[in-house]
Each structure stands twice: as C-alpha cells, then as structure tokens.
T-cell receptor, first 108, second 114 residues
Framework: TQLLEQSPQFLSIQEGENLTVYCNSS?????LQWYRQEPGEGPVLLVT?????EVKKLKRLTFQFGDARKDSSLHITAAQPGDTGLYLC????????FGKGTRLHILP | DAGVIQSPRHEVTEMGQEVTLRCKPI?????LFWYRQTMMRGLELLIY????????DSGMPEDRFSAKMPNASFSTLKIQPSEPRDSAVYFC????????????FGQGTRLTVV
C-alpha cells in the first residue's frame, strides 16, 4: 500500500520568514502533486512534479521532486499571510492518494 | 464548466438514519473519486470509478457505505445506517484519464451525525 507522510503536521511562523515542508514515501511514484486547501473548500492543485530531481517554481513557492521519486518538498520564501492553508501532497497513477497535510499559519 | 458540484453542502442527521450525498463531476472527466476528510485521518480515498465502473472500493470503511455511478454525470455515496463516527467532510473529485492529470474537487459535504 502506498502511503505519503507529510511533515511537519503544523507550522506557525512570522510573515517574511522562509519555510520548507516535506512529503515522504517508501514507494516510488511516477509523479507527485501538491495541493492547497482553504477552509470550507476542496483542495486545489498547485503543481505536478514528474521527473526525479525536478524543480518547479510558482512565484515564491519552490517544489522539488526527489531523485528517487519517493519524496518531495515545498519551500516558501518570504511567507505571507495569504499563504496560510493546508498543503497536501498526492500521488498515484490511477487512484490518487493524499498525505495528511501540513497546516500552515503565517502570522502578520 | 461549473466544476464538480456536490450536494448538500451541509447535512445534519440522527444516528441510524440514511444519508445520501450527491456529486456531479466535470463533463468529459472519466474518473470520479469519493474522499472523506477528518482532522485525525486526513483525506482518505473511499472509492474511485473509471468510466462509471467502480475500480477500487478498498477504502470504504464498512458495509454501511455504498457508492453508485449510474451514468457519467452523477454519483452517490450512501451511508445506511449512519453513526456519529461518520461525521466528516466528504469530497467528490473528478479527473480525466490523461497521465499525471489533476483531481478537481467539489466544495464538499459536511456531515454531522448526532
């Protein structure tokens, strides 16, 4: 059974700081996805990483896929209150499974 | 397209009652997923369909849960009888069959069983 473990579960930091959250598995994934979920809404896709070692940037967000395609990280530079939310990683070829997420709170 | 549409948005029911959650996927999407989200267990995959056929229901917690997809534009998740531990937010999502495609989620149904 494929499992995705995310860390940390919770993170509260001051506006302007940098942070990194992680998504790890013992299984190899053909791709991993990062979603962001806001209260009262469903998750929304941020990015898909496909190639081992791949790095993708989305404004202040940098996503990396591990060389062995078993892990991924999300780095946020100069966090802003608008970055607050639940960040979920997901993977799977046919059935898409999710990690439990990192709940991020940016303090103004 | 209006996106994935779920109804109702909120449901409060008494223990033992039957609950039916509804989902209309995005037109043209071949896969449909039902998830349950709680603080303790996160976003759990309950069942997924491909071309209206149930492919994997290993996440369905008990026989009290059942799901159907009678056509490409409609799916239901039924709980009978409901129990307080079923209280959660239930999400429906759909996706196309393209490789590495994303899942598009509805706004969810918040179920409270008292």
């Amino acid at each position: 059974t494929q499992l995705l473990e995310q860390s940390p579960q919770f993170l509260s930091i001051q506006e302007g700081e940098n942070l990194t959250v992680y998504c790890n598995s013992s299984s190899v994934f053909s791709s991993l996805q990062w979603y962001r979920q806001e209260p009262g809404e469903g998750p929304v896709l941020l990015v898909t990483v496909v190639t081992g070692g791949e790095v993708k940037k989305l404004k202040r967000l940098t996503f990396q896929f591990g060389d062995a395609r078993k892990d991924s990280s999300l780095h946020i530079t100069a966090a802003q209150p608008g970055d607050t939310g639940l960040y979920l990683c997901a993977g799977g070829r046919d059935k898409i499974i999710f990690g439990k997420g990192t709940r991020l709170h940016i303090l103004p | 397209d209006a996106g994935v549409i779920q109804s109702p948005r909120h449901e409060v029911t008494e223990m033992g009652q039957e609950v039916t959650l509804r989902c209309k996927p995005i037109s043209g999407h071949n896969s449909l997923f039902w998830y349950r989200q709680t603080m303790m267990r996160g976003l759990e995959l309950l069942i997924y369909f491909n071309n209206n056929v149930p492919i994997d229901d290993s996440g369905m917690p008990e026989d009290r849960f059942s799901a159907k997809m009678p056509n490409a534009s409609f799916s239901t998740l039924k709980i009978q009888p409901s129990e307080p531990r079923d209280s959660a937010v239930y999400f429906c999502a759909s996706s196309s069959n393209r490789v590495n495609t994303e899942a598009f989620f509805g706004q969810g149904t918040r179920l409270t069983v008292v």
